[in-house]
């Protein structure tokens, strides 16, 4: 099924991949994508290093209903999937969200919602944000808990659990309203967070997002206000390292 007045923008990121083949598993494609195009060698935030798929992929042991969408292809890249799913799409030469290209081509766009799974580190500024339509976010962790940068390893360490949470983007970091939160329970293997469980728990989140959505045809809030809980930064190397390997501590 073709979601209408769904589109999305997307870097070629491992939650990218996961993205996309959860939705076509699920039967809740986006109508267009927009591509954000790296151009270099050099790996972006949320891109895995050559070689790096194979390894991650292996260990993938989980066959909990809340880790379904984690059993995905690291290694298929998103412009091979769109040509499988005879998805349109455009390929945007610019990496950055905020450039005014990428900006112009939202604008033509008639779908009103984009699914918003750019690189890491790229922050949607305001020329976005009042371009007309809402961008759908999923947050790697539990909101308002857990808001900021590598959440989920701070919510290993104090509670045990990843999360995932749904919400229209604005202005304030990981402060729009929240359709739809979740924690997940701890992977066995902890060392596959950054690009297998972080984007299956964030993937199994945005499909049952889109799954209410196709039901009563629009969009319902667990969370409208969200502007409490606690912001984090980039974790610690050390702090990481616990989160990881620490795992009889934690469990």
């Not at 589109?7 to 267009?32: C, F, V, W």
């Not at 151009?39 to 909990?64: F, H, M, R, V």
């Not at 989140?205 to 629009?218: A, F």
Request: charged share 25%.
């Amino acid at each position: 099924m073709r979601l209408n007045d769904i589109a999305m923008i997307a870097g070629d990121t491992s939650r990218s991949r996961a993205y996309l083949q959860a939705l076509a598993r699920n039967s809740l494609l986006p109508n267009y994508v927009l591509v954000l195009e790296n151009a270099s060698d050099t790996a972006l935030p949320g891109q895995l290093k050559k070689g790096q798929s194979d390894s991650e992929q292996e260990q993938i042991i989980e066959d909990d209903e809340c880790w379904s969408e984690a059993h995905f292809d690291t290694s298929q890249p998103i412009k091979v999937l769109l040509d499988e799913l005879n998805i349109p799409y455009d390929v945007s030469t610019s990496k950055d969200i905020n450039d005014s290209l990428v900006i112009k081509a939202i604008r033509q766009r008639p779908e009103t919602v984009f699914i918003y799974s750019g690189f890491g580190g790229y922050l949607l500024r305001d020329d976005v944000l009042s371009s007309g339509k809402k961008f759908l976010h999923v947050h790697g962790g539990y909101l308002p808990d857990f808001k900021g940068s590598t959440t989920n390893y701070y919510s290993l360490i104090v509670e045990n659990t990843i999360g995932a949470s749904a919400i229209f983007m604005s202005k304030e970091i990981d402060c729009g309203p929240v359709l739809l939160r979740r924690k997940f329970p701890p992977p066995e293997n902890r060392e596959a967070i950054d690009h297998v469980y972080d984007s299956g728990a964030r993937a199994k989140v945005l499909v049952e997002v889109l799954r209410k959505y196709s039901k009563c045809q629009g969009w319902e809030f667990e969370l409208p206000a969200n502007h409490d809980g606690e912001t984090y930064y980039i974790i610690h190397p050390v702090l990481k390292h616990i989160a990881i390997l620490a795992k009889g501590q934690l469990d």
